[in-house]
């Protein structure tokens, strides 16, 4: 009796390619214990994309295995600390023999991670540059208040309590804290403007300008509202309108340091780090000139700060 036999269909160069993915996505959970042969996985990946590009050249569609790459080399990223332990020194080894070649982003995964964590750093940095700038505003404020009767004791708890709730995101209730405090000391300009920023960021427009034209009418500058708004919109993590607020103390106060200064923390938290670095300058030149000793030293230690972090 005769037996038909199935040809195998033809393993065709996407086939491989589809093979290889396969082994990629297998390998990256299992990268702790790999040791040095890790470094084969950056080899799977090049083989991958180079026959991919082959493909694409021939006019195949490869969008979905370009995908499955791109989600791969995510994947990588994440594991990056791992995969570095494993690989040890091998993997600048293994470059140092590919010198000259056209190396793919993943024969860089040692300088990604490094510049990840350098970011790390950087970030944890300007967040306590928030911080100081924060700390330099209630300083400012705190002039008035040498000696605080009850009131304004027990507005300040309530501020303390409000900045406890907002950390632990729970805007509504910060808010609550900050009305609280703004009723007992009226006068006090930088309750009603945690007032309204986070009425503004709570989605109540009016809310917040009623709170902001209640702080405008303390007898603040236009340049000095600006300035102490867009600090408190920096420390919420509302970029965009700090950036607002520091160019518009800029613009009405081009020989006032303390715009400068703001509009530099914010553009070092945007990443912006030559720029930020000229506005310090600024600010610290124009604080000498002013003899404003605090906002020179608070401007050249951030100097002194983005120097020791910013990209080689």
Do not use: C, N
Request: hydrophobic share 45%; no cysteine.
């Amino acid at each position: 009796m005769a037996q038909w036999v199935i040809p195998p269909r033809p393993h065709t160069r996407l086939d491989e390619v589809r093979d290889a993915l396969d082994e990629i996505e297998a390998r990256l959970p299992s990268l702790r214990g790999a040791g040095p042969a890790a470094v084969d996985l950056l080899v799977l990946f090049d083989r991958v994309a180079e026959t991919l590009d082959r493909l694409e050249e021939a006019g195949a569609d490869v969008r979905a295995e370009r995908g499955r790459l791109d989600a791969a080399w995510r994947a990588l990223q994440g594991r990056a600390r791992i995969f570095l332990k494993e690989a040890g020194p091998r993997l600048q080894e293994q470059r140092r023999r590919m010198e000259g070649a056209d190396l793919r982003p993943w024969w860089f995964l040692d300088r990604f991670y490094a510049e990840q964590q350098r970011r790390g750093l950087l970030r944890k940095g300007l967040f306590g540059l928030v911080g100081v700038l924060v700390l330099a505003l209630a300083w400012l404020g705190y002039e008035r208040f040498l000696a605080p009767p009850p009131e304004v004791r027990q507005a300040l708890y309530h501020a303390d309590q409000g900045q406890a709730w907002m950390e632990q995101g729970d805007l509504e209730r910060a808010l609550a804290e900050f009305e609280t405090a703004a009723a007992l000391t009226p006068d006090d300009v930088e309750m009603w403007l945690w007032v309204g920023v986070l009425r503004q960021r709570l989605g109540d427009p009016e809310g917040a300008e009623e709170a902001f034209r209640r702080a405008r009418e303390q007898g603040l500058e236009e340049w000095e509202f600006r300035f102490q708004r867009g600090t408190l919109l920096l420390q919420i993590g509302d970029l965009a309108a700090a950036m607002d607020d520091a160019e518009s103390a800029v613009e009405l106060a081009p020989e006032w340091g303390y715009g400068y200064y703001l509009r530099a923390s914010v553009r070092a938290m945007k990443g912006e780090i030559e720029a930020a670095l000229a506005d310090y300058q600024r600010a610290a030149s124009l604080a000498h000139a002013a003899q404003d000793d605090q906002l020179e030293a608070m401007a050249r230690a951030q100097i002194a700060f983005l120097l020791q972090y910013r990209r080689p």
